[in-house]
């Protein structure tokens, strides 16, 4: 399990873009687990939609992709990375992401990803979050790796 301070460690992301809480599975280079409490406070909420709040899909997506990008990039993290450099995922495509639930003020996503490939620095992952064992979202996607200095 890690913490979100230990998350701060692995990718860059911070608030209000920072959208894993916490990690409660994870094998380096191969998955993660994480958990996201959505709750009212999110800043997104003031204008999506403020009569009605529902988590903007580009931001489970986004949460997904992060997820993907600490079970991608964990063992590397931990070891202290290139010459302390930090590594950052930038996307490279989203495929067939469907949305099937709406995620509200009160729920927690789980945020599951599967690294399927890793080549050339082009990490696929297979993603699927969830609110109480329902698929919210669930696709592929794929992010380049790239080094951000320190």
Not at 69 to 83: L, V
Not at 121 to 142: H, M, N, Y
Request: net charge positive; aromatic share 6%.
């Amino acid at each position: 399990m890690l913490t979100n301070i230990e998350i701060r460690k692995i990718i860059p992301h911070r608030y209000p873009f920072l959208l894993v809480d916490k990690i409660i599975e994870l094998e380096p280079g191969k998955r993660a687990v994480g958990i996201k409490n959505v709750t009212a406070n999110e800043p997104f909420f003031q204008g999506h939609f403020p009569e009605y709040p529902i988590m903007p899909g580009v931001l489970i997506v986004e949460a997904l992709a992060q997820t993907a990008g600490i079970a991608a990039n964990a063992e590397a993290a931990q070891a202290g990375g290139e010459n302390g450099d930090a590594k950052l995922g930038v996307f490279a495509s989203i495929d067939g992401m469907k949305f099937k639930k709406q995620v509200v003020p009160g729920d927690t996503l789980r945020l599951e990803a599967e690294i399927l490939s890793s080549k050339m620095g082009v990490i696929k992952a297979k993603v699927r979050a969830t609110v109480d064992d329902k698929t919210a979202a669930e696709g592929e996607i794929r992010f380049a790796m790239t080094t951000v200095k320190k």
